[in-house]
């Protein structure tokens, strides 16, 4: 009744709790320590029932604060991360985990090396069991720095050779950090998830070491299984591997199908369209069409002259083969609304033509095609072109006015 | 000596008597609660507490502490909080005089002490070193939850896991009951009988002695001081002496992590007093500080108000009679008058004037405001009018920036104090380990507070708000006039308001659900909320609680018109 409003301890730390979180956002990192200064004493109440205790917030929050605040240093952090880990035997390898990377943010590779492997050896009971998520990633990362070491050890082999002699302990080192990366590395992405750096790394010392085979097969297995979230990175990889072991197009191609699917606007799409463009096959060739009108419709491709050039070149073969307009009709379909505003416009052609004259050409080009002959972009810089008397520009021009006809049959 | 019974514990006849008057049996070291009669009247407020730490040598192996009752905690805590107040200026005969024969009162009521026989048998308290077959053997004891369940929950105390898990193991160890002999009893006890003390009730016992004497602290401005520090309360109990040890069920009794409401400490008080039979206080007159008439004056200077408005809360106050000697004067066990709460009657009246000049209707006082503006273009000679608006602006920025820096200092309220406090035995060395992590922690964080340190306990002051005249911004509204806002009828200066409108129309039956009212923000106009926020602020209660008040002096204002009312509508529902 009227106890509700009562200021009790609960309430005077929630209230406590939220000031230090609006002096967090606000980067106040002095105002968020003299907060929490007067939050810590709640680790001396039972919070047992509550979902997220005072331990958490204050590891959480405290964290923060001694990273950013600048009179801490490194050595405070990790004295009050070692005081965390002794705070919550549930949240102990999740502790060590955010202190190994801060160490790696740090630089301090070889403290979280000693992090990790401490915490590898951890054991706490039906802990050990619960928290074994943790545990994995906790040895991903110790092989992340045996790649790491490894890498450094190959380099210095690497110079060793070419400077004429062999070096065998570098190179036994090297194995051996091989040997203890490598298990680690394939346990991990084992377990759907996201795991990138872990793939790029195995796939490496895979290589190195000849097993191709099994390099292939855990790239297909993180791009195509389905068990892992989508992840446009696994189909990069899975294509520059396929690259890298000189595979046939055919299997290039499928591999940058999906990443097109994904992400319409990823930069391997120019590989992609070259690649398409120049298949036999008419739907590959179709397919091209399709993946560089996609790639143009996002913002970030409006200046990439490599991409309108692509675009450019597939256009006029189209034009100039007479067949497959209808594929030009049929992407600019859903286009011609908001495409001529978007690229083609006045103000753009100037923009274009002062800062980059072999962008405005292609465009000028595909502008040319599509809108025809009397478009404001197309007429702005080929009169630009022709007034400075460069060739490609007349020849444009010319290109252009003879293939007019084309336009109507496209915008009709 | 004269007494013959047979001791309970270990059945042998050999009582001796500590100085503090009681019985203990010489061979186990059983205190009972009976004493002889108290025949001196001469009070002095340590005594029992010495006597009983002189006691029994033997008392040596429970770490050097001593027996020790919780009335006596009380009274020690009751003995710092007077301390406190006779600094902040309170004559000394409070606690020579008056506070120490109040107490003696509730100790002889409550049978604790001062009496031939106290109720029940002999108790067999739990104290520390209490062997395990004794504390299996009795059947009605109460399991230790039940006994944490039974008083009010004050902060998380019972769900401390560890505690609770050692409630399990009685039978194997010695687990620490309580530090003092009737500890457990106190919490046993049920509340309806013989008003069992708490912490709040220290404060309780404070305000009835301070009204008592008419000392000019009301009753907010008390509760203000405890939760400013000036007057002790929170962790008082680390004022103890050592000997008396603190543990078990002792922190449910004086370890406290609320601060006590207005609401609370009054009722109790009324309790109090029904209770010991007191007769009916002294009288508040004209001239007390608690009478409406000067708090209003206090009120007014601190909201910010013009002087001229005094006569307007003295007239109101003058006609529904609430400044008669007998509506103000307390009469202990008097069921039928409503209980006076003197500040926020005085804030109440204060607001009705504001609705009767003002109407506060989020329009009218804004125009009025404008109408005062305009005058005072014009006024040279007159001091300058009172304009609503400029006031609500000066005050409103003030309030918020107070009201700001109150949210901040109830964040970083400190709770826990320096001495460590445990449960048991088994959980000491986890609390202190717990506390010195804190201690860690606490200082790494300070050191990253920068410049901001803890401010010093600001110094007691009667006045939160304070306006100079000295300031030549005009932010000072004291001596500005209502001109502005009245006008002359029949050589009368009468409001230029005409209207009224009444918080509510029919008052709620307090004693069923506690209020007169029901105050919800959304219902009323914003200008009475920020006034009432103004008020509730300076007074540290809800707006709803100041809303009664208004309520019930409204109601005694416009009685007539109201009784015409109804009369009228029952008519015609025939």
């Given at each position: 009744?009227?106890?509700?409003?009562?200021?009790?301890?609960?309430?005077?730390?929630?209230?406590?709790?939220?000031?230090?979180?609006?002096?967090?956002?606000?980067?106040?990192?002095?105002?968020?320590?003299?907060?929490?200064?007067?939050?810590?004493?709640?680790?001396?109440?039972?919070?047992?029932?509550?979902?997220?205790?005072?331990?958490?917030?204050?590891?959480?929050?405290?964290?923060?604060?001694?990273?950013?605040?600048?009179?801490?240093?490194?050595?405070?952090?990790?004295?009050?991360?070692?005081?965390?880990?002794?705070?919550?035997?549930?949240?102990?390898?999740?502790?060590?985990?955010?202190?190994?990377?801060?160490?790696?943010?740090?630089?301090?590779?070889?403290?979280?090396?000693?992090?990790?492997?401490?915490?590898?050896?951890?054991?706490?009971?039906?802990?050990?069991?619960?928290?074994?998520?943790?545990?994995?990633?906790?040895?991903?990362?110790?092989?992340?720095?045996?790649?790491?070491?490894?890498?450094?050890?190959?380099?210095?082999?690497?110079?060793?050779?070419?400077?004429?002699?062999?070096?065998?302990?570098?190179?036994?080192?090297?194995?051996?950090?091989?040997?203890?990366?490598?298990?680690?590395?394939?346990?991990?992405?084992?377990?759907?998830?996201?795991?990138?750096?872990?793939?790029?790394?195995?796939?490496?010392?895979?290589?190195?070491?000849?097993?191709?085979?099994?390099?292939?097969?855990?790239?297909?297995?993180?791009?195509?299984?389905?068990?892992?979230?989508?992840?446009?990175?696994?189909?990069?990889?899975?294509?520059?591997?396929?690259?890298?072991?000189?595979?046939?197009?055919?299997?290039?191609?499928?591999?940058?199908?999906?990443?097109?699917?994904?992400?319409?606007?990823?930069?391997?799409?120019?590989?992609?369209?070259?690649?398409?463009?120049?298949?036999?096959?008419?739907?590959?060739?179709?397919?091209?069409?399709?993946?560089?009108?996609?790639?143009?419709?996002?913002?970030?491709?409006?200046?990439?002259?490599?991409?309108?050039?692509?675009?450019?070149?597939?256009?006029?073969?189209?034009?100039?083969?007479?067949?497959?307009?209808?594929?030009?009709?049929?992407?600019?379909?859903?286009?011609?609304?908001?495409?001529?505003?978007?690229?083609?416009?006045?103000?753009?052609?100037?923009?274009?033509?002062?800062?980059?004259?072999?962008?405005?050409?292609?465009?000028?080009?595909?502008?040319?095609?599509?809108?025809?002959?009397?478009?404001?972009?197309?007429?702005?810089?080929?009169?630009?072109?022709?007034?400075?008397?460069?060739?490609?520009?007349?020849?444009?021009?010319?290109?252009?006015?003879?293939?007019?006809?084309?336009?109507?049959?496209?915008?009709? | 000596?004269?007494?013959?019974?047979?001791?309970?514990?270990?059945?042998?006849?050999?009582?001796?008597?500590?100085?503090?008057?009681?019985?203990?049996?010489?061979?186990?070291?059983?205190?009972?609660?009976?004493?002889?009669?108290?025949?001196?009247?001469?009070?002095?407020?340590?005594?029992?507490?010495?006597?009983?730490?002189?006691?029994?040598?033997?008392?040596?192996?429970?770490?050097?502490?001593?027996?020790?009752?919780?009335?006596?905690?009380?009274?020690?805590?009751?003995?710092?909080?007077?301390?406190?107040?006779?600094?902040?200026?309170?004559?000394?005969?409070?606690?020579?005089?008056?506070?120490?024969?109040?107490?003696?009162?509730?100790?002889?009521?409550?049978?604790?002490?001062?009496?031939?026989?106290?109720?029940?048998?002999?108790?067999?308290?739990?104290?520390?070193?209490?062997?395990?077959?004794?504390?299996?053997?009795?059947?009605?004891?109460?399991?230790?939850?039940?006994?944490?369940?039974?008083?009010?929950?004050?902060?998380?105390?019972?769900?401390?896991?560890?505690?609770?898990?050692?409630?399990?193991?009685?039978?194997?160890?010695?687990?620490?009951?309580?530090?003092?002999?009737?500890?457990?009893?106190?919490?046993?006890?049920?509340?309806?009988?013989?008003?069992?003390?708490?912490?709040?009730?220290?404060?309780?016992?404070?305000?009835?002695?301070?009204?008592?004497?008419?000392?000019?602290?009301?009753?907010?401005?008390?509760?203000?001081?405890?939760?400013?520090?000036?007057?002790?309360?929170?962790?008082?109990?680390?004022?103890?002496?050592?000997?008396?040890?603190?543990?078990?069920?002792?922190?449910?009794?004086?370890?406290?992590?609320?601060?006590?409401?207005?609401?609370?400490?009054?009722?109790?008080?009324?309790?109090?007093?029904?209770?010991?039979?007191?007769?009916?206080?002294?009288?508040?007159?004209?001239?007390?500080?608690?009478?409406?008439?000067?708090?209003?004056?206090?009120?007014?200077?601190?909201?910010?108000?013009?002087?001229?408005?005094?006569?307007?809360?003295?007239?109101?106050?003058?006609?529904?009679?609430?400044?008669?000697?007998?509506?103000?004067?307390?009469?202990?066990?008097?069921?039928?008058?409503?209980?006076?709460?003197?500040?926020?009657?005085?804030?109440?009246?204060?607001?009705?004037?504001?609705?009767?000049?003002?109407?506060?209707?989020?329009?009218?006082?804004?125009?009025?405001?404008?109408?005062?503006?305009?005058?005072?273009?014009?006024?040279?000679?007159?001091?300058?009018?009172?304009?609503?608006?400029?006031?609500?602006?000066?005050?409103?920025?003030?309030?918020?920036?107070?009201?700001?820096?109150?949210?901040?200092?109830?964040?970083?309220?400190?709770?826990?104090?320096?001495?460590?406090?445990?449960?048991?035995?088994?959980?000491?060395?986890?609390?202190?380990?717990?506390?010195?992590?804190?201690?860690?922690?606490?200082?790494?964080?300070?050191?990253?507070?920068?410049?901001?340190?803890?401010?010093?306990?600001?110094?007691?002051?009667?006045?939160?708000?304070?306006?100079?005249?000295?300031?030549?911004?005009?932010?000072?509204?004291?001596?500005?006039?209502?001109?502005?806002?009245?006008?002359?009828?029949?050589?009368?200066?009468?409001?230029?308001?005409?209207?009224?409108?009444?918080?509510?129309?029919?008052?709620?039956?307090?004693?069923l659900c506690g209020h007169l009212a029901h105050y919800k923000e959304v219902e009323f106009p914003q200008s009475y909320h920020f006034v009432l926020g103004l008020f509730s602020f300076l007074l540290r209660v809800q707006p709803s609680y100041i809303h009664d008040e208004v309520c019930m002096i409204e109601h005694k204002l416009f009685n007539k018109k109201l009784y015409k009312k109804l009369k009228y509508n029952t008519v015609l529902r025939k």
């Amino acid at each position: 009744s009227s106890n509700e409003h009562k200021l009790n301890f609960k309430k005077s730390k929630e209230a406590c709790l939220s000031f230090i979180q609006d002096a967090l956002l606000q980067k106040e990192w002095k105002r968020a320590a003299e907060f929490l200064t007067c939050y810590i004493e709640s680790l001396e109440k039972d919070y047992s029932r509550e979902h997220i205790g005072p331990s958490e917030m204050i590891w959480r929050t405290g964290a923060e604060i001694l990273w950013h605040h600048s009179q801490s240093s490194m050595k405070e952090f990790s004295c009050f991360m070692e005081q965390m880990k002794t705070l919550g035997v549930k949240r102990y390898l999740k502790v060590c985990l955010e202190h190994v990377f801060h160490l790696l943010c740090n630089g301090q590779i070889d403290e979280a090396y000693q992090n990790l492997s401490l915490a590898e050896s951890w054991r706490f009971g039906e802990q050990t069991a619960i928290q074994d998520k943790e545990m994995k990633l906790i040895q991903a990362y110790r092989g992340l720095l045996d790649y790491y070491s490894w890498f450094k050890q190959k380099s210095i082999l690497l110079e060793h050779s070419e400077d004429g002699f062999s070096d065998s302990a570098v190179e036994q080192e090297m194995h051996g950090y091989f040997r203890k990366a490598a298990v680690n590395l394939k346990e991990i992405i084992k377990i759907p998830g996201v795991w990138d750096i872990f793939v790029k790394c195995y796939v490496d010392l895979l290589e190195f070491y000849g097993d191709h085979n099994e390099a292939r097969q855990v790239l297909n297995e993180y791009a195509y299984n389905s068990k892992f979230p989508a992840n446009p990175n696994a189909h990069v990889y899975l294509y520059q591997f396929l690259k890298r072991q000189r595979e046939p197009k055919k299997s290039l191609i499928s591999a940058l199908k999906i990443l097109h699917d994904i992400v319409p606007s990823h930069e391997l799409m120019i590989d992609f369209n070259t690649m398409l463009q120049k298949s036999k096959k008419r739907k590959k060739r179709r397919l091209g069409l399709e993946v560089i009108f996609a790639a143009l419709d996002y913002a970030g491709w409006k200046e990439n002259a490599k991409a309108w050039s692509c675009l450019a070149r597939q256009v006029k073969q189209i034009v100039i083969s007479e067949k497959h307009l209808d594929w030009i009709k049929q992407e600019w379909n859903s286009r011609k609304d908001w495409w001529p505003a978007f690229h083609f416009s006045r103000y753009l052609a100037k923009r274009n033509w002062q800062e980059n004259k072999s962008l405005s050409y292609e465009k000028a080009l595909v502008a040319g095609i599509l809108l025809g002959k009397g478009c404001k972009y197309f007429k702005y810089v080929s009169h630009q072109g022709c007034k400075a008397q460069l060739k490609r520009f007349r020849m444009l021009k010319k290109f252009v006015n003879r293939h007019n006809p084309v336009y109507l049959r496209i915008s009709g | 000596r004269d007494f013959n019974e047979r001791c309970a514990q270990c059945s042998e006849v050999n009582w001796g008597l500590t100085d503090g008057g009681r019985f203990y049996c010489r061979s186990c070291h059983n205190v009972t609660e009976r004493t002889r009669e108290v025949v001196n009247t001469d009070f002095i407020t340590n005594s029992r507490v010495q006597t009983i730490s002189k006691g029994s040598r033997k008392q040596e192996k429970n770490g050097g502490g001593s027996e020790w009752y919780i009335c006596e905690g009380f009274q020690l805590v009751l003995k710092k909080q007077v301390e406190a107040l006779e600094a902040l200026g309170v004559s000394s005969q409070m606690k020579d005089e008056i506070l120490c024969n109040f107490w003696r009162c509730y100790l002889q009521k409550s049978k604790q002490a001062y009496c031939k026989r106290p109720a029940g048998k002999a108790v067999k308290a739990l104290s520390v070193c209490e062997s395990s077959t004794d504390v299996d053997s009795d059947p009605e004891r109460p399991s230790l939850l039940h006994l944490l369940s039974l008083s009010e929950s004050e902060g998380d105390l019972q769900t401390d896991c560890s505690f609770a898990s050692s409630v399990s193991k009685v039978s194997e160890s010695t687990s620490v009951y309580s530090g003092s002999v009737d500890g457990s009893l106190y919490l046993m006890k049920s509340q309806k009988e013989k008003l069992r003390m708490t912490m709040p009730m220290t404060l309780s016992f404070c305000y009835m002695t301070l009204l008592w004497m008419r000392e000019p602290i009301t009753l907010s401005e008390l509760l203000r001081y405890v939760v400013e520090g000036h007057i002790p309360y929170l962790n008082v109990f680390q004022h103890f002496p050592e000997k008396m040890k603190l543990c078990g069920l002792d922190l449910k009794i004086f370890c406290v992590e609320s601060w006590p409401v207005y609401e609370e400490v009054f009722n109790k008080m009324h309790e109090l007093a029904a209770f010991l039979d007191l007769p009916r206080f002294p009288d508040i007159t004209e001239s007390c500080f608690l009478h409406p008439d000067m708090l209003c004056m206090k009120y007014l200077m601190e909201a910010n108000l013009p002087d001229e408005l005094h006569n307007w809360t003295c007239r109101v106050v003058k006609k529904i009679g609430i400044g008669e000697v007998d509506f103000l004067t307390l009469v202990p066990g008097n069921k039928s008058t409503r209980k006076v709460k003197y500040d926020v009657l005085a804030a109440a009246v204060i607001v009705v004037v504001l609705k009767l000049l003002f109407l506060l209707d989020d329009h009218y006082e804004w125009l009025l405001s404008e109408h005062a503006e305009e005058r005072n273009k014009n006024n040279t000679e007159d001091g300058p009018y009172f304009e609503f608006k400029k006031w609500y602006e000066v005050v409103k920025h003030s309030l918020d920036v107070q009201q700001k820096k109150l949210d901040e200092e109830r964040a970083k309220y400190l709770w826990r104090c320096e001495k460590p406090l445990f449960y048991s035995v088994k959980n000491k060395a986890k609390v202190l380990k717990r506390r010195q992590m804190v201690v860690n922690l606490q200082n790494q964080f300070g050191k990253l507070s920068g410049s901001v340190q803890r401010a010093e306990k600001p110094n007691p002051s009667s006045f939160q708000l304070s306006w100079s005249e000295k300031n030549t911004d005009g932010s000072c509204f004291h001596r500005h006039s209502l001109k502005g806002i009245l006008q002359e009828k029949r050589g009368l200066l009468t409001a230029m308001n005409p209207d009224y409108w009444l918080c509510t129309v029919k008052l709620c039956n307090e004693k069923l659900c506690g209020h007169l009212a029901h105050y919800k923000e959304v219902e009323f106009p914003q200008s009475y909320h920020f006034v009432l926020g103004l008020f509730s602020f300076l007074l540290r209660v809800q707006p709803s609680y100041i809303h009664d008040e208004v309520c019930m002096i409204e109601h005694k204002l416009f009685n007539k018109k109201l009784y015409k009312k109804l009369k009228y509508n029952t008519v015609l529902r025939k």
